[in-house]
């Protein structure tokens, strides 16, 4: 087994080798280094103000992340803060204020899993914070407000309320004395503030069950929504402020995760009084299919538009769909019918139209489109080759901004004035030496899984093909809940696969990306595929069936296929190094499932393997553990020790059944870095050690 040190020497050998053939190629060529596919900087956390045009967003710049702003009417981008290290200190949950001038932000912590000690990748030995702070638009650095997160601005004055310990604190911009607002049982989430800056409605998280709260600042009253033994969420103001829509989901004692759902109690969306707290039922899912709940990707869940419609999302036909109704109550409309998912969603400014992305008509990839609130045949807004995600619409209602990329160009900031064509918010923020000439566009395909299914993936083929047989990589994303797409992903830790993918094709592999079942993009039976994960591991079909492919190309060295991907698809890695070792020559596993019923607890307290015994059973038969005994091929394993998503003792127990296997195993441990790397030197450092790693386990 290779030393964390010998790895190190390994990696500092690969940089050299790749930045002396960049030298000697040049970038526009195919060869180019990790550091320089690597290089853009990745966009996050758009917002619009509501008083004007302006915009802001987060660019990661290799690890320094800053907040950036375009102003009417030039919007060209300029970065308005100036963090400069690479500390692994994340900048999200942006909020302009009411007059448009200044920025509210977050700066440190851990906004996965809120409430936890907040993570020190760079192991400063002072400790880190997670603060709430702000900066004014015009210059001049920020100025701390509240040790915090999750900022809710008033509509009205110049105040915010956030949450601490799960409690519901305030503080005054201009005071900046913050003081605990609101005293309660359970933690508080879901900030919203009533129209007229007067009342505030909040989650209230008890475990087995929650409540919508609401708080009257002049009464100082608290009050909790037409309770019951359910889970209640997603609380919206009406326009008026008088009345409050809420999702609600029925009780459950399921105490389990990573095993398909198909059907459930029905949820429901219920509307009830701010003041008396008396509540009814609006709509209700019918049972059968989309009766249980799977939501959208934003801040909102339900949209209160024009003419009383809340909009809402729904898989009664098998696809997430938006769904409209009335406040009187009746039968929902179908606002985007087809074979497509919609992903983002927002409301325009006038509260008539939803503007969102969805893989409609380009399953494997993302447009924008809009629909009116109320019904009617959905607009395309941008179309093509590209990808598009995170539309909001400016407070004027003229302009649209959103991010973007497609397979060789990187995700940016883009914005649509009118009927003029898309462009960049800041152009100049992509490095003069990024490869994008030297970049390949995936080829989509569709094969077989070994019980049949179909499968989509992405081929990545090396440049100059000849008839030569070349080794060949799978990758295999995390989540499970996630889709690789024809080009830069619209997730941090996907655009940094999607750019290692590119740089293992551009030094000679085959690389397939496989998106298995329980993935999203291609309906509800898919991503609710039967017997997946911890019931019944039939993701291993695709794997089976991605191997197979590979084997049967004539371009690829059937003896030099390797798997690697990270989380999820770590665990399908050591799944098939553990199961096909014949098949697959070597592996990359990053924080990988190794024992489900450990990783399973987790995520659902709840779950207790002694007394669901059966269902224990079949989960660790479902583990790469269980099959140990059968894996051969080396493997090297990559994790960071304070992972929250992943047990750290996965690959603490991993190593100790490989080296009783006396398994060839090579580890690279990050100590203090979480799930997905915080820090760009860690992301760096880990895929040379994968690069160099599968150089020499398979000959390229």
């Not at 009084?273 to 989309?290: C, N, S």
């Amino acid at each position: 087994m290779r030393s964390t040190v010998e790895i190190m020497k390994y990696t500092k050998l690969a940089v050299f080798s790749a930045v002396f053939c960049a030298v000697v190629f040049g970038a526009d060529q195919h060869t180019f280094t990790l550091e320089q596919v690597l290089s853009a900087p990745f966009p996050s956390g758009q917002t619009v103000s509501t008083t004007d045009g302006n915009v802001a967003w987060v660019l990661n710049e290799a690890g320094a992340r800053n907040i950036w702003v375009a102003q009417a009417p030039d919007y060209k981008g300029r970065r308005l803060t100036a963090y400069r290290d690479d500390d692994g200190q994340e900048i999200a949950e942006l909020q302009w204020t009411p007059d448009g001038k200044s920025i509210v932000f977050v700066r440190g912590g851990d906004f996965e899993f809120i409430g936890r000690e907040n993570p020190n990748p760079r192991s400063f030995p002072q400790g880190v914070e997670q603060d709430i702070w702000m900066v004014s638009t015009s210059g001049g650095p920020p100025r701390k407000l509240a040790e915090g997160h999750s900022p809710a601005m008033s509509p009205k004055d110049g105040r915010i309320v956030y949450l601490k310990n799960g409690q519901v604190w305030i503080v005054d911009l201009a005071e900046g004395k913050p003081e605990q607002l609101i005293h309660a049982r359970g933690r508080a989430a879901g900030l919203r503030w009533s129209p007229d800056g007067s009342a505030l409605a909040f989650e209230s998280e008890r475990g087995d069950h929650s409540f919508i709260g609401v708080y009257q600042f002049a009464e100082k009253t608290l009050t909790y929504l037409d309770p019951s033994v359910d889970r209640d969420g997603s609380p919206v103001w009406s326009p008026d402020g008088k009345r409050i829509a809420f999702m609600r989901i029925a009780a459950t004692s399921r105490a389990f995760s990573f095993g398909p759902v198909r059907e459930a109690e029905p949820w429901s969306i219920r509307m009830a009084d701010a003041a008396t707290a008396v509540g009814r039922q609006v709509w209700k899912a019918e049972p059968g299919m989309g009766s249980a709940y799977h939501g959208i990707d934003s801040d909102d869940q339900i949209f209160w538009g024009d003419g009383d419609h809340l909009a809402f999302a729904w898989e009664r036909d098998g696809w997430l769909h938006l769904y409209s109704v009335t406040t009187e109550g009746g039968a929902a409309t179908l606002l985007t019918p087809g074979d497509f998912e919609v992903e983002n969603v927002s409301l325009s400014a006038d509260h008539k139209h939803l503007v969102f992305s969805s893989n409609q008509n380009d399953i494997d990839r993302r447009h924008l489109w809009r629909v009116a609130i109320g019904g009617g045949n959905p607009e395309a807004i941008t179309q093509g080759n590209g990808i598009e995600w995170s539309p909001g619409e400016t407070a004027d209602g003229h302009a649209l901004v959103f991010f973007e990329s497609d397979a060789r160009r990187p995700a940016r900031a883009g914005i649509k004035i009118g009927n003029a064509a898309p462009h960049d918010l800041a152009p100049d923020s992509v490095p003069a030496d990024f490869p994008v000439n030297a970049l390949n566009a995936p080829e989509p395909v569709i094969l077989s899984a070994s019980d049949g299914m179909r499968i989509h993936g992405q081929l990545f083929l090396p440049p100059n093909d000849s008839a030569a047989r070349h080794p060949a990589l799978i990758f295999f994303h995390g989540g499970s809940r996630r889709q690789m797409l024809l080009g830069w992903h619209y997730m941090g830790y996907y655009n940094n696969a999607y750019g290692m993918n590119q740089y293992l094709a551009s030094r000679g592999y085959v690389v397939l990306s496989v998106n298995y079942r329980s993935g999203i993009g291609y309906g509800m039976k898919f991503r609710e595929a039967l017997n997946y994960g911890a019931t019944g591991a039939s993701e291993f079909n695709d794997v089976m069936g991605a191997g197979l492919y590979l084997r049967g190309r004539n371009d690829v060295d059937p003896k030099r296929i390797g798997l690697w991907g990270g989380s999820y698809g770590g665990y399908l890695t050591a799944l098939g190094l553990a199961r096909a070792s014949n098949l697959f020559a070597a592996g990359v596993d990053f924080h990988g499932v190794h024992e489900w019923n450990i990783v399973i607890h987790n995520f659902a307290p709840g779950y207790n393997p002694a007394t669901q015994q059966e269902a224990a059973r079949i989960a660790f038969e479902s583990s790469p553990m269980a099959s140990v005994g059968t894996w051969k091929s080396p493997v090297l394993l990559i994790h960071g020790d304070d992972d929250r998503n992943v047990p750290f003792s996965q690959t603490v127990e991993m190593v100790e059944a490989l080296r009783k296997q006396h398994v060839d195993f090579e580890e690279l441990i990050f100590p203090d870095e979480i799930h997905g790397f915080l820090t760009h030197r860690r992301w760096l450092q880990a895929y040379h050690a994968a690069a160099d790693f599968f150089g020499r386990k398979l000959g390229q």
